[in-house]
């Protein structure tokens, strides 16, 4: 039987053979190339920041590159090294130098599938300092999720319509790392206020080469300011962004009667704030003074306090404000932002009785009340004030 089928398959014509034995033995399908991420390694390096990239063939590593943002030992300021990983298995391997300090850095990793996680464990030597890596159960992304979380939003509108969602004392600067320091330079002796926190160059200003230096400046000068950084070289963005007005606390009014030769009459609204606020308050005008810098103006107003009368202590009562143009440019309307009291007892007698305040500081708790002064300067100022639901001017 077996001769007989042999004999038939001489026969055929050398292609139906061939096709034949290519029906019987299929090729098997290449693994197609994929792209995941790690973005959050337990316990790497003293919890920094790192992006691990790999590229696979079906489950296997064909290549791999870490990127670790960091705070060297003994540091105030982080550090940054991008490592082009040899995979052999499962296996990691890599040398490289930081990019800021130029120290070298060695990197040995195991990686372990674990389910659907996977555990790393090995070494990254950075100069003298050697970390131990011991990290289990992390998930990894795809190409699109890790794109999505890497999105940030630095609030800069170089032209807004108005101050309903950027503040109008609020200019924040995008510069590249290499022109901040010159830019910052140029600020010294100027008035302008620039935030501490915003010269913390962090982990996204190290992968992106850029930082958002955020100023307070009087909202009368903010526009000049822009200009002047915009020209600066270095400088990829400027403009107006978030700050001190909140607007359910502020006010819409027209600006007839309030601008002095072209300029807002600031010290006839410090007189009607502080009257709104003594009357509402119950409380006695003590200092007011405007913030050269800022253009803020801020009133301290004293009370007796209703705690423990006997003692006869006094309430002092600070309150922040803010007047300025509704929106860049001309407009025949303005804008004054009235802030929540800060209220401080104090024994001010002769003889003084130390007083420590052991209230939370719980950023939910309720603000003080103002007593009415808000809706009693809406009335006085013929104003509208800030309907968040429907987004508009009531």
Not at 40 to 65: C, H, N, P, W, Y
């Amino acid at each position: 039987m077996r001769a007989i089928l042999f004999s038939l398959l001489m026969l055929l014509p050398a292609t139906d053979l061939a096709r034949a034995q290519t029906k019987a033995t299929p090729k098997s399908a290449t693994p197609t190339s994929e792209t995941r991420y790690f973005t959050a390694i337990d316990g790497f390096m003293d919890g920094a920041d790192v992006i691990l990239k790999e590229t696979r063939q079906g489950k296997a590593v064909s290549a791999a590159t870490l990127d670790v943002c960091y705070m060297p030992k003994g540091s105030d300021s982080r550090d940054r090294f991008v490592a082009t990983l040899h995979v052999d298995g499962q296996t990691l391997t890599g040398t490289t130098q930081s990019l800021g300090s130029k120290t070298p850095v060695t990197v040995k990793l195991t990686r372990k599938p674990n389910g659907e996680m996977f555990d790393f464990k090995g070494q990254v030597g950075v100069g003298t300092t050697t970390y131990d890596i011991a990290s289990s159960e992390n998930s990894d992304l795809s190409e699109k999720e890790f794109q999505d979380n890497q999105t940030t939003e630095d609030s800069i509108a170089a032209a807004p319509k108005d101050f309903t969602e950027v503040s109008p004392e609020a200019v924040g600067v995008r510069v590249s790392l290499e022109a901040a320091s010159d830019f910052l330079k140029t600020l010294r002796g100027q008035n302008v206020d620039v935030s501490l926190s915003s010269l913390d160059v962090g982990c996204d200003s190290l992968r992106s080469g850029s930082m958002v230096i955020n100023l307070s400046v009087d909202p009368e000068r903010a526009a000049a300011v822009i200009a002047k950084a915009k020209a600066f070289p270095g400088v990829t963005a400027a403009g107006w962004t978030n700050g001190m007005v909140d607007m359910d606390r502020t006010i819409l009014f027209p600006a007839q009667g309030y601008r002095d030769g072209g300029k807002l009459d600031r010290d006839k609204i410090a007189t009607l704030v502080a009257a709104a606020l003594s009357q509402s308050l119950n409380a006695k005008l003590s200092a007011q003074a405007f913030d050269e810098n800022t253009g803020k103006l801020k009133l301290t107003l004293k009370r007796p306090s209703t705690t423990f009368p006997a003692l006869q202590l006094t309430d002092t009562i600070e309150v922040e404000a803010l007047l300025s143009a509704d929106r860049p440019g001309s407009t025949d309307k303005l804008m004054l932002w009235v802030g929540s009291p800060s209220i401080t007892t104090t024994d001010e007698n002769a003889a003084k009785l130390s007083l420590r305040d052991d209230s939370t500081n719980d950023e939910e708790a309720e603000q003080p009340s103002d007593g009415g002064a808000l809706a009693a300067l809406t009335k006085e100022l013929k104003g509208q004030r800030w309907d968040s639901e429907t987004s508009t001017w009531q």
